[in-house]
Structures are given as C-alpha cells and as structure tokens.
C-alpha cells in the first residue's frame, strides 16, 4: 500500500471518531458501541472474521446473480465453509457468455461492508432533518415490523390507505410480490419505482417508432457499423461482461463511431469520436439521415423504394409522396418533406460544432454497411428536456437502414416463460379499492406530465416528481413510506428536495443494507440482504441474439440479522398484519404453493423458495415445457442456475410491429394517437400540450422525429460551462461508494484519478481560469454546488465540463463520507442537475441539463 492510500485510511479512521456520535453511540440495552448492531467497525477490509475458512479448506461453486448494474449477469459462486471468496461468470449463459466485470467482483466487499446495518433499528430523534441526528437504536424485527403494521392499519381504520407509499429502487422480479401485490391489498396507487432517473426516455424513440418500449439488445457480432449516441457498453451499459468479452472482434471486423462531448471508455477505441455539444445529438442524427436520403443509402428491402427507381431525395425539395412505394415503414417521404430535406451536414456543424467532412463521412460509411449498421441510442441523447424527439431521430436511423429486428443490428427481446404471480383482486376490500382510485402521488397524467408510456397517458412514472407532490401534499399528503434499496436524498436531481419531503413524512421505514442518505430520515431502518449471495430471487436480461433467466439463491451464511426485501419482509409484515385483523394480504401469499408438492408456504423462508418455483416453474418443469433450455426439475435448474431463450428469430417483427400501423413508422401514427387522447383527457389540443412540456414542435412536426435545441438551465454569460455527467465502470448501482476498491481502479475510468473526485476541463478552458491539474475547485449551477478536484483532460470537449457521478456521499459509511452524517467524500453531481424532466417519457433529465461555472478555491 503507498503511503497516499495510508495517510488517506488514516484520516478516514480519525473522522470516523469524529463524526457524528450519536448515530453510532450506546444503546439504551447495554452501553456497548451501536456499530455492533450496525457492523460499524474499525476494519477497512472486505472480508469480516466472522465465518473465517481455514486456508486448506476447499469449497464449491453455487449459481447467482449479479445485479451491481443492469446487465444482471449470471455468476457462480465459490463458497469456503460460510464465506464467498470468488466470482465469476456463469458459462451456462448465452447472455454474457461466462463473462464478467470489475462490478462482480466489488460484490465481495459489500457483502462483508462491515458497515452494514445488522439489526433493525428505530430513529429516537423526532426531528428530522441533515443536520439532526437519528438517534438510532437497535430494535428486533417483531417490534419493527409490529410498529409498521401498526401505522398500516391507522390508515386503514381512517379511510387513508392511499397516503402509504412505496418507493422501490433496484429489484428483481420477485418485485410484484412487495411493490404490486402489497401496495393494491393495503389499498394505495403509489408503488413508485426509479426508473425514471434510470432511462425511460432511452425507450421512447423505440416505442414512437417501432412499437417496443424496453432496451434493446445489439447484434454486435454481425454488425459492420456501429453508431453509439451517449452510451458507453465498455463501462456502464447493459451486458457490459458481454460487450467487453467481444468488442476485440467488433473493432476489427466493424466501423465504431462515438458521439458524445467526453472520451468514454468505447470512445477511446472507436474509429470516429464525435464529440457534438451537448443536446445536440437530433441534429447530427438528421443530418446523417439526410445524407442517406440523398445519396440513396436506405435499405430498399425494408424502407422501399421511388416507384420508377429515380431517387428524388434533393436537398431542400418536396417529394411528392405518391411517388414512392414503403414496404415495412410509415411515412418516409413525410419525415423528408416535414424535417429532413433541410437538415444537411452543413447545418448540423452549425448546431453540433463538429466538422462538416467528419458528418459527412461518417453518414456515408454509415449508410453503405446497412443493413448492418446500429444505431445505438444510450441515455445521452436522451435524457434532456426534449429528449424523446432526440431519441426517435438517433433510432429513426435503424429503421432507416433497415437494421430493425435484423441480423447486425437492433433487436427486441427473446420470448421467455415466466409466470406472473397470482392476482389481488380477489384479495381487496372495499376500502382498498376505493384508496386504489386515488391520483399518484407523482401526479403523472396531468396537463403538464403526460408520461405517455406504451401509448397510454399517465401510465409512465415521474419518480423525482413524486417529492414534490409530498412536499406540497398535492394531490393528498402521505403518512406512510416504504423505501427499499434505494436513496432517492442522493440519486435524484435537486436531491434536497427529497430531504425536506422526507422530513416531511410521519414515519418513514428503509429497507437497505447500508445506512444512506435516505435512511437519515427514515424512522425504521430494516437491515436487507444481499442479492448475490443472501436471497431468493430471479431477473431477466437481453445480449447475443439470447435472453436469460438467471437465479439468485442463499449461498452464504448470513452474519446480520438480515431479511430478503421482496419476499420474506412482506410476508413477516403480512402476519402482523393479520394479528391486528387484517388478514388478506396473508391469505393472498398463501395462494404461493409449492408446485411439486402444492404446499402452502408456512413461514417466510418457504414463501420466499416457493414464490421463486411458482414464478419458473415454465422453465424448470418439463410438463410445462415451452422452448429454450429444458431442466429435468427444479434441482436441475437451480444448480445450472440459468435458463436461455430461443435464438433471436430475426425479421419476425417485420411488419408486425405493435405500433398504429404495423410498421416501422417515421410519421408516428402510435406518438400521434397518444398525444391527441393526452390533449383530450385534458380539453386541450395538442400545440398547448407540447407548449407547457417545453418543447417547440407544433402541427405534424409533433409525431415525427425533429430537431429541437437544448433546454439547459443557467445563463451562459453567468454560467459558460455545459456540465456533463457520466457513469463509471465501478459504479454498482451508485452502491459502490464504501468499498475501498472502488477507489483503489478509480482511474479505470478516462480522465479519473485514484482515490479523488474529479472534474475534467479541458486545458483551453482551464488556462483562462488560471486552473491547474490538482486544484480544489466548486463548481456551482442554478440550484446547487459542489466542491471537487480539477482535472486538465484533452478528452473532453472545450466548453464543457465532466463529472463521474457516485461520489459525494454524506452518509454511507466510513469510507464513502469524510464524516459519516456530516462530510461528503467528493461532490454529488446531482446537486447540481435541476429537478427537469422530459414530460412526454417522465425521464428525469441528467444531460444538457445545466450551465455551471468554476471557480479555484
């Protein structure tokens, strides 16, 4: 170890005794030091002695699941006596083909964090704020969850079950069981995931044009161009082991061009890196368009053609649209005459900043390797306030070359066979149906939010919106919150706000392993396990012509005192509930059965085991047998530890795209029809809707893919810089922040530095500041501020300023805060990111957000 990283676990040690006591300090039963209770330690090792293997001791390897980002990837498991010591790829897996990633790998700290929380605890502070201290003291899960089932029933007895609220982070999908299941019987409409400040504008463009609202997954082995918009598979996308296992190849074999203002990981090895202004990504998407119309690049097979063969694409000049014959798309000529026909290379380098022969080239190169050409549309272009327009322009390009559902390029999902878990209806009473009526707490469907997800009007989430329907108890107040694995305080924009909505909540429970942000405010905190290695439960991704489904499973022994989020916490809660009288929510997890032997669960271990069976048992049991791998029973599978799909049957979609007309639509009847009935539900037209959401498009140019400048916060004479956030390659779900190692590879990530958080400038710009490498900066926007270290980088673009998020926290643990509860550890970029959205998705906007200026300190 150098002597940087000693002096540095040094100083942590000396603040960890410094920070603040109370949270850490005696409990009422015993005097002894509360971190026994948390695992707040000393130690700064991954490993806790508990459970401790003799060195000559062998073990074996067990199935699992890594969920530390969402690629969500099979692993395996090696187990000395009760302690995992190894991971590595599932090989059994066609998703990520045996691979894996640095996250992985980072589970092992966390698991044995010994700044877990190992009991549950109850806040003895009744006020709530930053600056007040919880209090916390230990308690048993019987006193928890009785108090919890106590609050329930208050709101039952008073007609007020809509004010409870669940607020879901990272799940797997055991999730309906806690965030659906519960949330219905109990008898409220707020079951609130996170999606939103994840990506739901990524699936806009998809849905407006080709009927799919999910990821897509990309046939990289096939492909001879790929086109990536703000996405980075090297570091911090989907099936990121899958990618890199294979990207060797893809450089060698295909053109890979990056459009995004910083050098990403795949930026670095790309042919062509694009580094466009932020909010710009629509105009270069046209402009590539543009060119493909005009030198006749577009794929006849899936497009069409001119019907004498005469391209009249021209620049500038209407196309009569009787003069051309589609075949699997909508609406072509229309795109061109509305949109397209003006935006050539040359505007675009006006828009983007970047050369006029680059747009050109890369257009072209392009346009000839369709139909094996991605356009790879990540959440850079789209996660912006008018970002669902940017992400139909970046993807129009795949329908546009034909690589819609086609070998080399992007694909839907593979059918998988999955059971969804008994309904609740029969399980509501009166009063639950009538809470259930109530409006969402996140106020989605209104004038102003029409969260149009799969064409339907309110139906998307607005999750960093839901904090201020609390703050301003609009449409209701809520009395009781649920949080679990998740810490909206820090990972939302204007993350303040969710303080101050929190403090605002009468009682508050968190379900985590660590004790966050959002568990300063909480008064239950519920001690969680861990999902590779502690609990029961499956998921489901995308990668290599597969899907998979992959298991988790108990592993370990468990050292705390933890239970399973999704399965045995409802079910433990689902007693208390009945002993206070209200029975349905047991009797609905009794229906749960085993289906080998048809057994009712009897207690939370077997609802959880026999909930995971009844969900797969399609996969598992061959009389259910319905394609993919086929097991001998449950054994079998749960040793393989994962299922896989069918090859992907390319071109199937073809025609049969579930959009308005059935095909690959440029003029977007779908985006069309969902608007109007938005207008509708509101009296209003659609011009007025698009107005109050903040985008400039009127007319027809509403239902198609267009250009539209940026709405960034901050005046530019006051705030000259563009803040770009970006995600690293250690981040596991922002949860990586205590582990050490995280630190440690930091530097992994373009531009970054080992233990420090730094902001990269790019030498132009930091010489007018009189910045150098090293100097402590803040950096300060609109509506919020940090401080930081600078980083002088040619890989960022001049007039802009990057940031890696996951640093910042104020609570975590010792190493992810200088002072637990009191003193961050780097700066939070959300901090500075403004609570906007993109109204049409209900994505939470983290790109071309926010000007910013800097300043030495």
Known sequence: MNTHKKAMISKMISDLKMSRRHFLKTSAAGGAVLAAGMGLKTELTALATAGEASPDEKGTWHAGTCQGCTSWCAKQVYVVGDRAVKIRGNPHSKVCVGASCVRAHMALQQVYDPDRIKTPMKRTNPKKGRHEDPRFVPISWDEALGTLADKIMELRDNNETHKYMLMRGRYTYMRDILYDRMTKIIGS?????????????????????????????????????????????????????????????????????????????????????????????????????????????????????????TNRFIPGQTVDETTFDEKYTHGVVSWWNLEVKERTPEWAASKTGLPVEQIKRVAADFGKAAPRAISWVGGGPCMQVRGGYSSMACHALNGLVGSCDNEGGTLASNKEYTTKFPKPDAFMDEIAKKGKKHEKIDQRGRLEFPALKEGKPGSAVLTNNAADGILNEDPYEIKVALGYMNNFTFSCTQPERWERALAKIPFVVHLTTNASEFSWFSDLLLPNTHHLFEKYGYVKSIANGYRHVTLMQPVIKRIGDYKADETEVPWLLAEKLAERGFSNLLNHYKTYKDPETGKEPENAMEFSLFALKYATQSLWDPAKYKGGDKFNGWEAFLSTGVWNSDPYPYRKRWGKMKTATGKFEFFSATLKKALEKHATNHNTTVDAVLEVCR??????????????????????????????????????????????????????????????????????????????????????????????????????????????????????????????????????????IPAEYDRLSGSTVRHAGTRVKIERI
Request: aromatic residues 12%.
């Open 695 to 832: 985008y400039e498009a009127r007319g027809d140019h509403a239902f198609i893919p267009h250009h539209e400048d940026p709405y960034t916060a901050g005046d530019e004479a006051a705030y000259p810089f563009v803040f770009v956030d970006h995600k690293s390659r250690l981040n596991r779900e922002g949860r990586s922040a205590n582990c050490t190692w995280y630190y440690d590879f930091k530097d992994l990530d373009p531009g970054d530095e080992a233990w420090d958080d730094v902001a990269k400038l790019n030498p132009v710009d930091a010489k007018k500041l009189g910045i150098q490498s090293g100097d402590a900066i803040r950096i300060t926007s609109p509506t919020g501020k940090i401080e930081c270290t600078a980083k002088l980088w040619e890989g960022i673009r001049p007039g802009t300023v990057a940031k890696c998020y996951g640093q910042g926290h104020w609570a975590y643990g010792r190493v992810a805060s200088k002072s637990f509860g009191k003193t961050p550890r780097g700066g939070n970029n959300n901090d500075l």
């Open 189 to 309: 409409p707020n079951n609130i995931s996170h999606s939103a400040i994840c990506a739901e504008a990524e699936k806009f463009g998809p849905y407006y044009t080709e009927g799919y609202w999910s990821y897509r997954q990309y046939d990289v082995k096939h492909a001879r161009y790929v086109l990536i918009w703000g996405a980075d598979p090297l570091a911090a996308n989907r099936q990121v082991p899958f990618y890199t296992s294979v990207w060797g190849d893809v450089v060698g074999r295909a053109q890979v061009a990056v459009v995004e203002p910083r050098l990403s990981a795949t930026a670095a090895k790309a042919d062509e890196w694009l580094p466009a202004k932020p909010g710009q990504d629509s105009a270069l998407a046209l402009a590539i368009a543009h060119v493909i119309l005009t030198h006749g690049l577009w794929s006849k097979e899936f497009v069409g053609d001119f019907k004498d063969g």
